[in-house]
């Protein structure tokens, strides 16, 4: 079984900037050799600045999850590589007020494909680089809970998440004689641009408890739904 303590390679899908950026350079700090994702653009990213500082520990992919070519594309450069630790990232969001009755289809397959379709479809694409003993994990989020589901607002996104960890436990089901562990993550609602300035958490107070967390999951087999904290989130 892996101690947290030890390091090894992980492959952050969305990586750029946020939570993802912020993760990347958490687990660089811990020793651990990083490859970061980020969309094809002309744009320097946070990550790039990481890269130039790291020594070669950091490196990047380009990586769009919406576009399945590109995922394929990222399978083969990949091959032969083995990663400790695969973690998805990348997700969206929408207008927080909008309700269902609201949504236009687009909008609601847009944020859909973002949020459960693309990372389901990266966690398979990619499955077989990580190591027997590693670790697939996936970012989610509280409001993914149905149970805790007690004031509604955000509908969509919370359908996405929802669908999300449903989808991922039909994944843990067909994969139970597995040894790797499973963790679906909620991060808390944190201060990014994708959750917005009125989040009751810092990067710095959400992100170094999650790769805590992620890094005491090691060697434990089967699918966890866990908040920053360590603490059960319910389904």
């Known amino acids: 079984m892996p101690s947290s303590s030890s390091t090894g390679t992980i ?3 969305g990586a750029s900037r946020g939570l993802g950026h912020a993760m990347a350079e958490e687990f660089f700090k811990k020793g651990w050799s990083v490859i970061g994702t980020v969309r094809a653009s002309a744009s320097r990213t946070k990550l790039h600045d990481l890269v130039d500082s790291s020594g070669g520990r950091v490196t990047i992919e380009m990586l769009d999850i919406n576009e399945p070519e590109q995922l394929a594309s990222l399978r083969r450069r990949l ?3 083995v990663l400790d630790i695969l973690f998805v990232n990348a997700g969206t969001t929408n207008v927080p007020t909008e309700t269902i009755g609201e949504v236009t289809t687009e909008e609601f397959v847009r944020v859909m494909v973002t949020n459960a379709l693309s990372p389901m479809r990266t966690v398979e694409g990619l499955q077989d680089l990580v190591s027997p003993a590693g670790l697939i994990g996936v970012m989610s989020s509280g409001q993914g809970s149905v149970s805790n589901n007690t ?20 994944y843990a089901a067909r994969h139970a004689s597995d040894a790797r562990a499973l963790v679906l993550m909620a991060p808390g609602w944190v ?3 994708m959750g917005g300035p009125d989040g009751r958490l810092t990067i710095e107070e959400s992100v170094p408890n999650l790769v805590n967390v992620l890094l005491g ?5 089967g699918l966890e739904y866990l908040d920053y904290l360590g603490r059960t989130v319910p389904w």
């Not at 004031?151 to 039909?170: F, H, P």
């Not at 999951?217 to 087999?221: A, E, I, N, V, W």
Request: glycine share 12%.
């Open 217 to 221: 999951q090691r060697g434990k087999p």
């Open 11 to 13: 492959l952050l899908v």
């Open 151 to 170: 004031t509604g607002m955000r509908e969509v996104y919370r359908g996405s998440k929802a669908a999300l960890n449903t989808l991922m436990r039909s």
């Open 79 to 81: 091959n032969g590589r």
């Open 191 to 193: 201060r990014t641009d």
